[in-house]
């Protein structure tokens, strides 16, 4: 009973380097999500996908791309990390209403 | 557009006393709204739900659709109730997206 699974758990990254966040729910969940979550600032949607193959942005996507490579699948991509992207990184999946979310990455840019 | 206003960042509160997390919400159409609760080095998780009008952990909300509020409320704290709350909002009938306040840290004192 994985659940929602991220990976890593970990990552230091320094500016301009490139990462993408893996994330995998065995529930057979249409929807998934990534958020990221800040100190004052609480969980920011950054996107969203209510399918395979369809994706949304959310409130805070620049700097950011996914990809639902299949119904178990979400990635969230940064292509150049800047430092106001140090954050914790949640990954959520949905069946029809409660969100289900993984443990989270720390990500730090320095 | 949606929004989820939560007003405390911190709510510090005695062992055996009233605890109320508040939450206001703006959105055109019919929301569905939610809590969920982060315990220290655990998973967000689903508290509890508006629709299903239950009580979990002697925790309840009520959706006040003329204020646009869904306030959370227990009675007596209990010190395990110490943990992050956040409130969250889903536009029924449109779409997945579902966004979060900025949560209020709940501490409760022996």
């Known amino acids: 009973n994985a659940g929602v699974t991220q990976t890593p758990k970990f990552q230091v990254l320094k500016t301009g380097q490139s990462m993408t966040l893996q994330c995998a729910q065995d529930m057979n969940h249409n929807s998934m999500y990534w958020y990221r979550q800040d100190p004052g600032m609480g969980l920011r949607l950054i996107y969203y996908?209510?399918?395979?193959?369809?994706?949304d942005k959310g409130e805070v996507p620049n700097g950011y791309n996914v990809s639902r490579l299949n119904k178990r699948e979400f990635s969230l991509r940064l292509e150049s990390a800047a430092p106001s992207q140090t954050s914790v990184y949640f990954c959520?999946?949905?069946?029809?209403?409660?969100?289900?979310f993984g443990n989270g990455t720390r990500l730090t840019v320095t | 557009a949606q929004r989820v206003t939560q007003p405390e960042k911190l709510l510090s509160v005695f062992k055996g006393a009233p605890v109320e997390l508040k939450c206001n919400y703006s959105y055109s159409g019919s929301p569905e709204l939610f809590w969920y609760v982060q315990y220290s080095r655990q998973r967000l998780q689903l508290l509890l739900r508006h629709i299903s009008r239950e009580s979990i952990k002697g925790f309840t909300a009520d959706l006040n659709k003329g204020e646009t509020s869904f306030h959370l409320k227990k009675p007596f704290a209990q010190e395990e109730d110490s943990a992050m709350y956040y409130c969250a909002l889903k536009a029924l009938n449109r779409d997945d997206k579902i966004i979060f306040g900025k949560g209020t840290r709940l501490h409760i004192l022996p």
């Open positions: 996908s209510a399918s395979e193959g369809t994706t």
């Open positions: 959520a999946s949905s069946g029809r209403v409660t969100l289900h």
